[in-house]
């Protein structure tokens, strides 16, 4: 079974430092990995995905992940937060292997907090 | 192009009842999947659809069904309300393939008293 872990319920930083929001997975075959962001009263909104190919993914508003194999980790950074990235963000898999065509399983959140 | 819509955007129902949820997905998009978000449990899959089949279904009880039309829109059902019941019913649309992203709707606000 494929599930995702996010191990922060929440990450508090500094407006102008850089921030991380950690991701582990676990998958059968390859992973296939998104992040999402969710803001107050809002459905989630798409900011990168690892696919294939390059480590590191570039996404929207100066976000990027590295997808690390080996650590089957796929950590969220931006290299300088800003108070507009508060939010809640959800890092999810899909499990690609053999046998059919898999859900997408999402991690609990974690709520970024960038204190001005 | 118009994203992925979901009707109503806010319920009250009470114990017992059967409430019905909509998603019009993006056009051209072919899947429709629905999670439950809960403060506690963050965003529990429910279903997904693919061109009116369900192609992959969560562990949630028989009281939760869906349905696809020919046109890719999508109904939740959740018949004999109970109080945990009470979410975020968020649904997302998709081409259908698996590196596909999934663009959310803004939820349906399910209360139930």
């Known amino acids: 079974a494929q599930s995702v872990a996010q191990p922060e319920d929440q990450v508090n930083v500094a407006e102008g430092n850089p921030l991380t929001v950690k991701c582990t997975y676990s998958?059968?075959?390859?992973?296939?990995l998104f992040w999402y962001v969710q803001y107050p009263n809002r459905g989630l909104q798409f900011l990168l995905k690892?696919?294939?190919?390059?480590?590191l993914v570039k996404g929207s508003y100066g976000f990027e992940a590295e997808f690390n194999k080996s650590q089957t980790s796929f950590h969220l950074k931006k290299p300088s937060a800003l108070v507009s990235d508060s939010a809640l963000y959800f890092c999810?898999?899909?499990?690609?292997?053999?046998?059919?065509?898999?859900?997408?399983?999402f991690g609990t959140g974690t709520k970024l907090q960038v204190i001005p | 192009k118009a994203g992925v819509t979901q009707t109503p955007r806010y319920l009250i129902k009470t114990r017992g009842q059967q409430v019905t949820l909509s998603c019009s997905p993006i056009?051209?998009?072919?899947?429709v999947s629905w999670y439950q978000q809960t403060p506690g449990q963050g965003l529990q899959f429910l279903f997904e659809?693919?061109?009116?089949?369900?192609?992959n279904k969560g562990n949630f009880p028989g009281r939760f069904s869906g349905r696809q039309f020919s046109n890719s829109r999508s109904e939740m059902n959740v018949s004999t309300l109970e109080l945990g019941d009470s979410a975020l019913y968020l649904c997302?649309?998709?081409?259908?393939?698996?590196?596909?992203?999934?663009?959310f709707g803004p939820g349906t606000r399910l209360t139930v008293l």
């Open positions: 997302a649309s998709t081409s259908g393939g698996a590196a596909d992203t999934q663009y």
């Open positions: 998958v059968s075959g390859n992973p296939y």
């Open positions: 690892y696919i294939t190919g390059d480590n």
């Open positions: 999810a898999v899909r499990d690609i292997r053999s046998g059919g065509y898999q859900k997408v399983t």
């Open positions: 056009s051209g998009h072919r899947s």
């Open positions: 659809y693919f061109s009116e089949t369900q192609r």
